[in-house]
C-alpha cells in the first residue's frame, strides 16, 4: 500500500506529528508496535511553546483539565547559599508551561487520531527492513499474522531511543551512559504549591517537584542507579522521609507519595538526522538529560517546523530547515547542566556566579527561544 508519508513509532512524538498534519491532506501510515496504548507513568513538563502547539492541533480542550500551570520555576543547589526564581511575567507570559500526566496527553492524541479519516494506524507492527529509492521507501512491516509491503514518499522515524528506523539506516550514534535512572513519582502535599515548579540540585543528582492539580506535585528524581535501586526497595513512608530530607521544606511537609517507577538516562546523538527520503525526530535522533525537561519539547518544536514545511511544500523534505542545530543545542545544554551540578567544582565557587547565566538560559528553554 501506499503514502504520502509513514511515521514509524506511535507514542508521543509520533503520534503529535499526525495529529499536527491532521490538516495537511496527506495520506499517512502511522506504524506502532504497541497493541494498545500502554499506562505511561511518565510526568510530562511541556514549555509554553509546546502548549500553544498543542492547542493549535486542538486536543488542548481534552487536556485543560489535567495540566497544572507553572508560573515560576525555583532553581537552588542543596547545601548553598543563593538561588534563582523565574517567573512567567518576567518574559510577558501569563504562564511558564504546563505539567501533565503522560497518559492523559496519549489519550487526546488518539481520541484525536480516532476522527481524522487520513491517517491509518498500523498496530501491532514492525518495521523489518527499509528500502530506499530515489522518490520512495518501501518498509517491509511485520503483522501478527501476516507481513506486508508498505511504500512512501518520506518516512518519519519517530521510535524512541532504540530506534528500528535509525538502525536499518545503518546511522551511527554517540552515546554517553549518564550510570543514572530517574525515578518518577507523584506526591500528594498538605499546602497549596502556588504553581512553582522547583528544582533541587545535589552532588549526584536533582530533585524536581513540579506543580500537578489537586495539591499534587510531580517528582522526578535523578541520581546514580544505585541511588534510584535503593530508593526503589525504600517501603513509602521511609522514601517519603528521604524525600523531605533531601529537597528540604519549601513545599512544607510532605504528606504522601504514589506509586514510584524509575527509567535509565543516557544522551544519544545521532550523527544524522536526515538520510535521503528518511527523517529522524525525538528520541531516535536525539535523547537528552531529564535535567532541563526538554525531551518532548525539543520533540514538538521538531514537529512544528514540520508540519509548517508539509503544509508549505508538500510532502518533499528537499526544503526542510535544518533541525539538527537546535537538536545540538538542546543536548549539549541538558548535558552541561549535569556536569556542572555534580561537579566537586561547583563546590568551590559562590552560588552567585552560576545563577546569573543561569537564569538567562532557563528562561530561554522555558519559553522555547536559542
Known amino acids: 500500500m501506499k503514502y504520502d508519508l509513514i511515521i514509524v513509532g506511535g507514542g508521543m512524538v509520533g503520534a503529535s506529528l499526525a495529529v499536527a498534519l491532521k490538516n495537511s491532506g496527506l495520506q499517512i501510515g502511522l506504524i506502532d508496535a504497541a497493541p494498545i496504548i500502554l499506562d505511561d507513568s511518565r510526568l510530562i513538563a511541556l514549555n ?16 485543560a483539565s489535567r495540566a497544572e500551570p507553572i508560573k515560576q520555576i525555583h532553581v537552588s543547589q542543596r547545601g548553598h ?60 512491516v511485520s503483522l501478527p499474522t501476516q507481513t506486508i509491503s508498505l511504500s512512501s514518499k518520506i518516512v518519519i522515524g ?6 528500528t528506523v535509525r538502525d536499518l539506516l545503518g546511522i551511527s550514534t554517540d552515546i554517553i551512559d549518564y550510570k543514572q535512572s530517574a525515578l518518577v513519582t507523584v506526591t500528594e502535599l498538605y499546602r497549596d504549591h502556588k504553581n512553582i515548579a522547583y528544582e533541587r540540585f545535589q552532588k549526584m543528582g536533582a530533585i524536581a517537584m513540579l506543580p500537578l492539580t489537586e495539591q499534587r506535585a510531580a517528582t522526578i528524581w535523578t541520581g546514580c542507579n544505585e541511588l534510584i535501586s535503593h530508593l526503589l526497595q525504600l517501603n513509602d513512608d521511609e522514601f517519603l522521609s528521604e524525600l523531605q530530607k533531601q529537597f528540604g521544606y519549601r513545599l512544607g511537609r510532605l504528606k504522601k507519595t504514589n506509586q514510584r517507577a524509575a527509567y535509565p538516562l543516557k544522551m544519544l546523538c545521532a550523527h544524522q538526522q536526515k538520510k535521503q527520503n528518511v527523517l529522524l525526530i525525538g528520541n531516535a535522533a536525539h535523547t537528552v538529560h531529564p535535567i532541563a525537561a526538554q ?6 518544536y521538531e514537529i512544528a517546523i514540520l508540519a509548517d514545511c508539509f503544509a508549505k ?3 518533499g523534505l528537499d526544503k526542510l530547515p535544518d533541525l539538527l542545530s537546535q537538536q545540538h543545542f538542546s543536548s549539549r545544554f541538558s548535558h552541561q547542566l549535569v556536569r556542572l551540578f555534580s561537579n566537586d567544582f561547583f563546590m568551590l565557587n559562590t552560588a552567585r ?6 537564569k538567562q538560559r532557563f528562561i530561554r528553554r522555558a519559553i522555547n527561544q536559542n
Not at 158 to 163: E, L, N
Not at 295 to 300: F, I, M, Q, R, S
Not at 353 to 358: A, E, F, G, R, T
Open 313 to 315: 511544500n508538500g510532502a
Open 353 to 358: 556566579s552560576i545563577v546569573s547565566p543561569l
Open 81 to 140: 547559599l543563593g538561588i534563582t526564581r523565574i517567573a512567567a511575567n518576567e518574559v510577558d507570559l501569563d504562564v511558564l508551561g504546563y505539567v501533565v500526566p503522560a497518559r492523559y496527553i496519549n489519550s487526546a492524541l488518539y481520541s484525536a487520531l480516532n476522527n481524522i479519516s487520513h491517517i491509518k494506524l498500523i498496530r501491532p507492527a514492525s518495521v523489518t527492513a527499509l528500502t530506499q529509492q530515489p522518490d520512495e521507501v518501501t518498509l517491509t
Open 295 to 300: 525531551g518532548l519539547n525539543l520533540a514538538l
Open 158 to 163: 519517530a521510535d524512541g531511543t532504540h530506534s
Open 48 to 63: 509554553h511553546a509546546s502548549y500553544r502547539l498543542f492547542e493549535k492541533m486542538g486536543i488542548w480542550p481534552e487536556l
